[in-house]
Structure formats: structure tokens, C-alpha cells
């Protein structure tokens, strides 16, 4: 379903979470309250809840933060503001990381294109899996930029974005944060977040990585009903106080962009220490699985490459590559 102008300027009204009368939308939009209440109806399709309450008029369930160019570029340093060629926030979208592979081949040399989506009609996560993607609640962007030295100039940058998140949520306050490896960003033994990187061109030459990153900070109970695995937001953390998104979404861009930039030339060895402090799952026990195979052991960290290990029963240690393993620890 497509966000119609009209239901753009409902949710615009009603972002405050107080209650506006059928006839105050009805006059705000220009049409009668039988078409308010149609475009209102259509509001769950995009994982938001309201409520109609007679002599009220109507309410969202949660107040809504929508996100603004001005508003994130408030909270940006002015290196990263440089380093940003194009900013670009959509009201809906099939999925972040989708439309920036399209710009990329549309033109073979832009970089630092930055894409933030209200709501993803196709999310992607790991291996194929959707991301929940509900209205207006959550952080959902991807970052275009290109590389000259191949894949093997860019390999653990998956493990530096994870540290350049976890920077940034510190930096607002959130203390209990860490990382599951590869690239998920988890609190309490419960997904927070995850990171998507997609990359295309030459072994050994130039490439383009699309680093995505979906960011819970508010994602209401019936949105996430298909998700199978434990979850957790911003918005159940203990922080004192709340960022908005765009503070949110700037303070993270300052942090992503700045490592995204100087990866080439600072590579993994300069974040391996640090995010090993951030390592939720060090010194746990787990299996991972390789297709049919699953090995269980304790996990021993990673190694200087960004591989993970884990000591297995009879004293081995054995290292695993990402992206060839989907790792299961009980509900994480």
C-alpha cells in the first residue's frame, strides 16, 4: 500500500498523539469525515495503531517523530557533512538498500548517498529474512559509498560499523549495549538492531558497499508479532532521557560515516579491541550452524581477521568466515 498525500498530512496532524476531531482532519484535508475515517483505516497497513473515541475524535497510539533533512543535518559534525553527497528521507519504500543498488548502477560513480526510509514495505535482514519495518518509529537507512581497493581492502567493515552504532548509541546515553557477531547490535540478550552490507565490483579494484542498518527505538507490540526471535528497542532500555529520531539518525550518521571513510586506510586492526569490549557473546555457550552441520562450543571471541572462534569440547578451536553461518543461541 502507497502513503496517499492525504494520509502524509493525517499522520503530520495526529504525530503529536493528542486527539483531533473527525471535522478538524476533515477540514485540515479538505474532504468529508466518511474519507477520514477511510484513510485512517488504511493507518495498520503500516504497522501504526489509533484509536477513535466519540465526542474525542481520533489519536494515535504513540506520538509520532518524523524524520527532516534540516533536522538530522542539525546534528551533524561539519566533516560528515561533507562527506554526505546526497541526503534522502522517503516516506515509503520497498527497502533502503534496494533503492541505493539501484542509484549505484543508474550512476557508477556517486558515493556518500545517504537513504533513510518511515517505513520499508520490504526490509531486508540477513540470509534473506524480512525487517519489520513499522511507520515512523524506528531508524531505517543505508549508506552508499565506494571503495578502490576490492573487497580485500573492506573486509571486517560489517564488525567497524557495529562499533561505530554502538558509539553512537553511548554517546545518547545507552549503556547496555553490545554486539553479536557479525552484525547485530543487541541489549540484554535481545536483538536492538542489525546490520546488512551488500557489496558489488571487483575482488581487487574499485567496489561499492551499500551499508544498511535497521535501529529499534520504538517498535509497538502488534508490528512486531512475526518477529521469531527475542527483540528489545531503544524505548525499553534504561536511558534517561529519549533522542529524537533526528538526533538519533545525525549522531549515527557522524559516527558510521566517519569509519565508513577511513576504513581503507585504517582497516579492521583499528576497531578489533574495541569491539571486542562491546562482545555480548564471549565466553558463552552456542552452536552455530553451516547448512546441515552445527558445531557447539564455547565462543572465544574472534580472532585478528574478524573470525569468530569457538572451543569446541575436545580443546580445538575452530574459526568460522561471516556471511557463511547463521548462529543460533537460545533465543538470541
Known sequence: MLISDKQKKILTLLADGEFHSGTELALALGVSRS????????????????????????????????????????????????????????????????YLAARSQQDATSSGLVCFAEHQTAGKGRRGREWVSPFGNNIYVSILWRFQLGYAGITGLSLAIGVAVIRAL????????????????????????????????????????????????????????????????????????????????????????????????????AYLEEWRCYDCLYNQSATLFIGEQAFTGIIAGIDDNGLLLISQANGKVNAFASGEVSFHQGDA
Request: proline fraction near 4%.
Open 35 to 98: 474519507a477520514v475515517w477511510k484513510q485512517l483505516g488504511g493507518l495498520t497497513d503500516l504497522g501504526l495503531q489509533h484509536a477513535a473515541v466519540s465526542g474525542k475524535g481520533y489519536r494515535l497510539d504513540s506520538p509520532l517523530e518524523l524524520l527532516t533533512a534540516a533536522g538530522i543535518q542539525a546534528f551533524l559534525n561539519e566533516r560528515v557533512s561533507t562527506l554526505i553527497s546526497a541526503l534522502e528521507i522517503h516516506d515509503q519504500i520497498d527497502s533502503t538498500n534496494r
Open 170 to 269: 553511548k554517546q545518547l546515553g545507552f549503556a547496555d549495549v553490545g554486539l553479536k557477531w557479525p552484525n547485530d547490535i543487541y541489549s540484554q540478550g535481545k536483538k536492538l538492531g542489525g546490520i546488512l552490507i551488500e557489496v558489488s565490483g571487483e575482488s581487487d579494484g574499485p567496489c561499492t558497499a551499500i551499508i544498511g542498518l535497521g535501529l529499534n527505538r520504538f517498535l509497538p507490540d502488534a508490528a512486531a508479532d512475526g518477529i521469531t526471535q527475542a527483540w528489545t528497542d531503544l524505548s525499553k532500555l534504561n536511558n534517561p532521557t529519549m533522542p529524537d529520531r533526528n538526533q538519533l539518525a545525525g549522531t549515527l550518521l557522524n559516527h558510521l560515516l566517519a569509519i565508513i571513510a577511513d576504513f581503507e586506510q585504517m582497516g579492521l586492526q
